[in-house]
């Protein structure tokens, strides 16, 4: 099992940045795969993006070219960096790991506010 914390998030323009961060304690994270969540009021939650332990990234068509994921091992930290924020991106977001031959996310963090205003 994998402890996942999350940080990062606040209050920001539309237009404006953030980076979130996820820290992991545990064993053999950097076998996992990577999945930031994001869950908005009266919404189902959603996988935004995605890193696997090669590197290999995947993006919700909302967020391409706005989002970047990446991570650090030796950390044990994953990045999600945000830009050209809009107000639809307002969520709690979530970190969460999984196997590559698992199907579903397994271990998740306690998320992180994320609001743009307009």
């Known amino acids: 099992q994998v402890h996942l914390v999350e940080s990062g998030g606040g209050l920001v323009q539309a237009g404006g940045s953030l980076r979130l961060s996820c820290v992991a304690s545990?064993?053999?994270?950097?076998?996992?795969?990577i999945g930031w969540h994001r869950q908005a009021p009266g919404k189902q939650r959603e996988l935004v993006a995605a890193i696997t332990s090669g590197g290999n990234t995947g993006y919700a068509d909302s967020v391409k070219g706005r989002f970047t994921i990446s991570r650090d091992d030796a950390k044990n930290t994953v990045y999600l960096q945000m830009n050209s924020l809009k107000p639809e991106d307002t969520a709690v977001y979530y970190c969460a790991t999984k196997s590559l031959s698992s199907y579903e996310y397994d271990s998740w963090g306690q998320g992180t506010q994320v609001t743009v205003s307009s």
């Open positions: 545990g064993s053999a994270f950097s076998r996992k795969v």
